[in-house]
């Protein structure tokens, strides 16, 4: 039942929401294709019967119409189970695109991506995304088409059974009953619990290996094969030492199944034996008798025949389930939500953001780090006008960037209030810059997609003022698409990553060390063009004191809570500098 809340929980918007005129039409399209081929199974079961009887009888002109009916039946038979399959994977297809959107659209609302690193019970969340959306929606039809035409297949054959024995249908209730029972009870929660860490040991394999590819130049510099080979290792023993227990396990309940299933050509035989043998039951009909018992039972004991790939199925729920609260979905029912509301759990205290004004206002702002009491920042206030700039020095571990994090909006540990800009003013610059896939005009527009009146002339003006004017020639131009990373050094990344504050002008800059790896004279060309715009607010972290002449206030943690906040003249002063 808990395996069955979480499938709603991730199913039901697709077929109640905008979708679900076309979820619904898809779906009886499909099951109109199932009756009608079941029906052509029932059909072929008879004719092949009539085949049968009519060798046994000696009757040519009774063998050769039954054979031309066959064949008729056959000629439909093809393309309508052709059809059947390509119409489920293309409905499952449909259903993963929906699914995967609406997954994504609450992974990147709220920069819920960036706070799920905090969260250690959601691993992998991009495997979840990529793979399990796959594999839940197309088992999802699978299976539920599946149960489907094993009912369709339960009535259809069931009448053809009922009028040639009636001890075969009590004979097959009894023992789908006992097989579909046993399996539950002793493969079950095994199964589903091995294939749930399985899944989780192979996307943190994956993840060290993709670690290991993306910070391949630290750890060749470093020679840091050894370790990082012990580390991947250990990895992939975990995967190895859990699939050796679910083959194990897979083992068992293969013989299970093959035992249940095998009996099933011999005990039909035996029990209709006496009959065929005293002439009561032709051979044909018998044989007819045979096919019908298969037919029911494959549809009785859908459970048992695939039990392997529902296990695998349920655990794929949970981890998807756990995503879909952890990126804030939509519970399945408001009356969930009203009975959460009912016992109202102890408020944690949070910091607040108002976005609002063109300055940046702080009130009793404390930091505290992520899972832990230790505070950063105590009871900080400061307020900055348009065009003011606040440098934030301290020692390493002060709390520097998670105070930037707060002010961004990134960072909600502690209480307090922030105020400033809407983040369509606001543009962040860390110490390492993101270097999306794409053109060099699309790494100076991000991150938008374009930018109104600025033209490849004023991109190349841009390059030139933040002292990179070869880089148009030497790349290829503005669309030559590059692995940016690997073939502009550090500080060419920071002076591109610069040149974005240029294109898009805003009027609120925060930048973490974003000139660490830049000599002086580059540090100071860079800083002059922000302090030429007299209305950009400006907020920094930097060690270098070349750059505090470009601030108007300077801000010293302490990192125990403390903090002084001077303007730079002062501050200047109090070090012996003018």
Sequence with gaps: MAAWRQFLRVAKPFWTGDKRTTAWLLL??????????????????????????????????????????????????????????FMRDAFANRWRKWLTGRFLDG??????????????????????????????????????????????????????????????????????IVGTVVALWVFGQPLIRLNFWQLKREADFRFELMRLRENAESIAFYRGEPPERAQIDRRFDDVYANYD????????????????????????VV?????????????????????????????????????????????????????????????????GAKRAAATPSKEVERIHLHEEGDGLQIESLTLQTPGSDRVLVQDLRLELEPGDGLLITGPSGSGKSSLLRAIAGLWDQGCGTVRRPPLQSVLFLPQRPYMPVGNLRQQLLYPARDVKDVTDDRLTEI????????????????????????????????RLSFARLLVHVPRFVILDEATSALDDANEAALYQLLANNEKLTLISVAHRAAVVKFHTHVLQLGGDGSWTLQDTTAFLASEGRS
């Design 107 to 176: 992974y990147l609302a709220r920069r819920r991506y960036y706070h799920l690193g905090a969260q250690p019970d959601i691993d992998n969340p991009d495997q979840r995304i990529a793979e399990d959306i796959n594999t839940f929606t197309g088992r999802s039809i699978n299976f539920l088409l599946i149960l489907l035409g094993s009912l369709m297949q339960l009535v259809a054959f069931s009448a053809v059974l009922w009028g040639i024995s009636k001890i075969l249908v009590a004979f097959l209730a009894v023992y789908a």
């Design 28 to 85: 009886s399209l499909l099951i109109g294709l199932m009756l009608l081929d079941t029906q052509l199974a029932v059909m072929l079961v008879a004719a092949t019967g009539e085949l049968t009887s009519s060798l046994a009888a000696h009757d040519p002109d009774r063998f050769w119409k039954a054979l031309r009916r066959s064949l008729m039946v056959l000629a439909l038979a093809v393309p309508v189970y052709a059809s059947y399959y």
């Design 463 to 494: 390059l030139a003022e933040v002292q990179l004017p070869d880089l148009l020639a030497r790349v290829g131009g503005f669309d030559a698409t590059q692995h940016w990373e690997k073939i502009l050094s550090m500080g060419e990344q920071q």
């Design 245 to 268: 227990k679910l083959i194990k396990k897979q083992r068992t309940l293969n013989l299970y199944q093959r035992a249940y299933s095998q009996l099933t050509l011999v005990l039909p």
């Design 271 to 335: 029990i209709l034996a006496q009959s065929v043998l005293s002439g009561e039951l032709e051979v044909g009909r018998a044989t007819q008798a045979v096919a019908a018992f298969a037919a029911v039972l494959t549809a009785v004991t859908v459970i048992v025949d695939n039990f392997e790939s529902l296990s695998k199925f349920v655990a794929g729920i949970g981890r998807l389930d756990a995503l879909a609260k952890a990126v804030g979905l939509p519970p399945l029912e408001q009356a």
